[in-house]
C-alpha cells in the first residue's frame, strides 16, 4: 500500500487542521460514546487519575475486507490501530485516548493519518471522532448490527474519495456580488464533474467552501478544471484540498455521550 498521496490541484492537502471536520452523529446503536470528565477534584489529582483509566476502542473508520486474516499496517505503531472483522467488512479502531482528550491535536493528527491509509487502500467509511466500544465484542455486535447501512455506505463512495474547495476574494477592489455570482457558477460546473456536491454555510471572506465526492479515474481531470477556472478568475483565490476521506457524504449511526458519573455519596 503506498503512501503517497496523488498529486491535486494548487497542491492540495490533507491537513490535520481539518481533519476534526466530521458529521455529526445522529442515532445510537450498541456504539458506546466517550464519557465527558467528571469534575476535577481541588487538588486536581482526581483527574489526573481519571485521564490514567483506559476507555475501550476508539473507531475510526469501517472499510470493506475480502478474508478473514487482514493485518492492518499502522502509520503510527503507537496509535495501535487495528482491524476488527465481521463478515465483509472491518472496523478499523485503536486504543481510546483519556477522557476529554477525543479533540487533542495530536491524537485527531494520529487519527488523521491513519484513516487517509486506508483511504489511499480502498474504499473507508470515516467515523466521527469519540466513539468508543468497551471492547471486541461490541464493536464486532455493532458491525453486525449496523451491516446493511454500513454495506451501503460503502457502496455509495465506492472508487470515489472527497475534495474541499474554498474560493475566497482577493481583490479588496471586485465588486463582493459578482464574486459570489461567479463562485455560483463555478460549483454548478464542478458538480458536474463530481458524483455529489455539498455547499457549506459561507463565511467571509469567503465566496463559496463546498466538497466533491469525485471519481477517483477523474480525480485529474477535476483538479485540473479547477486550476483553469482559477487562472480565469484573477480577483478570486481557489483552494483545494484533498483527496479527503469522505466525511461530508456518509454519516455513521452512534450514540449520544454518556452522562458523567454523579458525586459519590457517603
Known sequence: MSDE????????????ADAGTE?????ASKAR???AETAPSRNGGG?????????????LAVLPCDGDDIEWD???????????????VAALVAPAPPAGADHDPLHVTARHWEVHRA?????????????????????????????????????????RWEYRLHVTLSDAAFPESRALDL?????AELRRLARAAVPFPREAPRVLSAAFLVERGASDAFRDRVDQLSALNSALELDLTGPWPPYDFV???????????????P
Open 74 to 88: 499502522p502509520v503510527d505503531p503507537k496509535l495501535g490501530s487495528r482491524l476488527v472483522l465481521h463478515e465483509d
Open 5 to 16: 498521496t496523488p498529486a491535486a490541484a494548487r497542491r492540495p492537502r490533507a491537513t490535520p
Open 183 to 187: 463562485a455560483t457558477h463555478m460549483y
Open 33 to 35: 460514546a466517550a464519557a
Open 251 to 265: 454519516t455513521m449511526a452512534t450514540p449520544p455521550p454518556l452522562e458523567p458519573p454523579g458525586p459519590t455519596r
Open 47 to 59: 483527574r489526573a487519575e481519571r485521564r490514567k483509566l483506559p476507555r475501550g476502542l476508539s473507531l
Open 23 to 27: 458529521p455529526s452523529p445522529r442515532r
Open 119 to 159: 483511504l489511499l487502500g480502498g474504499d473507508v467509511v470515516p467515523a466521527p471522532a469519540g466513539v468508543v466500544f468497551d471492547g471486541d465484542g461490541e464493536v464486532a455486535a455493532f458491525l453486525a448490527d449496523s451491516y446493511t447501512t454500513l454495506r451501503s455506505a460503502l457502496a455509495r463512495v465506492r472508487g
